[in-house]
């Protein structure tokens, strides 16, 4: 092979990855310039702060790009974002499994706890048309182009979620759960009806006007060590090998003693 074209392979070789290198990083500043920094809203040294992609890497172990170009991991993600900057005390859990009562787990997208409960989240980064109500069993995607999918009542199965969480956490009262479904804003919510208390499903442009009314409008009931106890309780299911999920849940069964 000609030498000289040897040489131009290389150097552009070296330039593609130091161009691939350059959007990479500049990625990363527009999320963190985006979502700022995660923790909560009390004033910090910048050299202590954690962006949310740092947080949410740092508890799931996903990526930038597992998580910009997978769209599970980017709705949680997203949604973590609208709650990071909220006022008080709080901690975030991403991806947790725990039994479910039938020798089974349960895998809970987020679960955020406040000051004020704890708001278990169910995200469901889906387009198209949604229709369903708390009672049926499932729901129903649809798109112009006639296509249609069902899915399981997301109502339901974040109840599931909450039932197993008392389950682990049975000091903590059932008032104090609050359930959130959270959809894409690429979805229209075309006919969605439910009554259940303490119940919401919404697109996620709208989470950070629902969690800032309800913090508002809700006393303190969790202090910021019992925040922190239960967190750290709950950490011991997250981050779990598929292969290995029900083994660990085996080993660390048990109930969180405040």
């Known amino acids: 092979m000609d030498l000289s074209l040897r040489h131009k392979g290389f150097v552009f070789k070296k330039e593609y990855m130091k161009g691939c290198e350059h959007v990479f990083k500049k990625m990363i500043q527009i999320v963190e310039d985006i979502l700022g920094p995660s923790g909560v809203s009390k004033p910090v040294d910048k050299t202590k702060q954690k962006s949310v992609i740092s947080t949410y890497k740092e508890q799931t172990g996903n990526g930038l790009f597992s998580t910009m170009f997978n769209k599970g991991n980017y709705g949680e993600f997203s949604a973590y974002g609208k709650l990071a900057s909220l006022p008080g005390y709080h901690k975030a859990l991403f991806n947790i499994y725990i039994p479910n009562?039938?020798?089974?787990t349960t895998e809970i997208d987020l679960v955020y706890l406040h000051q004020t409960g704890i708001?278990?989240?169910?995200?469901?980064?889906?387009?198209?048309w949604?229709?369903?109500?708390?009672?049926?069993?499932?729901?129903?995607?649809?798109f112009p182009n006639g296509q249609k999918f069902s899915f399981y009542n997301p109502i339901k199965q974040n109840n599931g979620h909450i039932k197993a969480l008392k389950v682990l956490l049975p000091s903590i009262e059932t008032a104090h759960f609050t359930s959130v479904i959270v959809f894409s804003e690429r979805c229209e919510l075309k006919k969605v009806s439910y009554e259940a208390k303490d119940t919401y499903v919404i697109k996620r442009n709208h989470l950070s006007?629902?969690?800032?009314?309800?913090?508002?409008?809700?006393p303190n009931i969790l202090e910021a060590t019992y925040i922190d106890k239960i967190y750290n309780f709950l950490s011991q299911y997250q981050m779990v090998e598929k292969s290995v999920k029900e083994q660990h849940v085996e080993k660390i069964k048990g109930k969180f003693s405040p």
């Open 101 to 104: 009562g039938k020798g089974k």
């Open 130 to 142: 949604i229709f369903g109500d708390e009672k049926s069993q499932n729901w129903m995607q649809t």
């Open 209 to 218: 006007n629902l969690m800032k009314q309800s913090i508002q409008s809700s």
């Open 119 to 128: 708001y278990v989240i169910e995200s469901k980064n889906y387009s198209g």
